[in-house]
Structures are given as structure tokens and as C-alpha cells.
Nanobody, 123 residues
Framework: QVRLVESGGGLVQAGGSLRLSCGASGSILSINVMGWYRQTPGKQRELVATITGGGSANYADSVKGRFTISRDSAKNTVYLQMNSLKPEDTAVYYC?????????????????WGQGTQVTVSS
């Protein structure tokens, strides 16, 4: 079984910074894309940033130039450095990973989500 655990959320004033971390554990063979998404009440979950195993990053237009995604593949961990935070960045942030892992029936590629971490930016 694969598990993703996020940390680093909290309350920060506008203009401040936070760093989110997400570690994957379990019978992992490899991880392809890892990413961060966010969701506010009544809205669909939206992409924030993704990063491939080769280090290619993709960002939502709303966070370009302010957020930086990175990963430590040896630790199966992805990070999101968030700078110049705005009140509209307030959301629950979720980690996502496409994982190739061992199962009782062999090897399977599946998508996993973390439990989410709250980020609140006050004005």
C-alpha cells in the first residue's frame, strides 16, 4: 500500500511564505509525476504545479513566479515553496503522485492523493 503525507500548511499574512512537503511511502518502485493541487469550498480541485521524474515543472498561471515545485526522488518527496502569498491562495492543498508499486498480484501504476493540508493567507 502506498501512502502520501503532507505537511507545512498553516496561517500566514499576505506577502509571506510557506513551504509544503509531501512524502510517499510503501512498496514503491518508482514515481513518475508528482504534483500539488488545491481546493476551496464549493469549487473544483485545481492544478497548482506538477513536476516529472526528470525535473520538468508546470505551473498554473495564477502561481507562476511565486511558487516553486521541487522533488527529492531519493526520498520520494515533493515540495512546494510558496512566496508572495495572497489571500486568494487560501485553500486545502493536496499532494498527488503517479506511483509504480508492488502489489500482491504484481506491479501496478496508480494515482495517489494525500489527505490535504490547510493554507490560510490573511489580508
Amino acid at each position: 500500500q502506498v501512502r502520501l503525507v503532507e505537511s507545512g500548511g498553516g496561517l500566514v499574512q499576505a506577502g509571506g511564505s510557506l513551504r509544503l512537503s509531501c512524502g510517499a511511502s510503501g512498496s514503491i518502485l518508482s514515481i513518475n509525476v508528482m504534483g500539488w493541487y488545491r481546493q476551496t469550498p464549493g469549487k473544483q480541485r485545481e492544478l497548482v504545479a506538477t513536476i516529472t521524474g526528470g525535473g520538468s515543472a508546470n505551473y498554473a498561471d495564477s502561481v507562476k513566479g511565486r511558487f516553486t515545485i521541487s522533488r527529492d526522488s531519493a526520498k520520494n518527496t515533493v515540495y512546494l515553496q510558496m512566496n508572495s502569498l495572497k489571500p486568494e491562495d487560501t485553500a486545502v492543498y493536496y499532494c498527488d503522485a503517479e506511483v509504480r508499486a508492488w502489489y500482491s498480484g504484481g506491479v501496478k501504476v496508480a494515482d495517489y492523493w494525500g489527505q490535504g493540508t490547510q493554507v490560510t493567507v490573511s489580508s
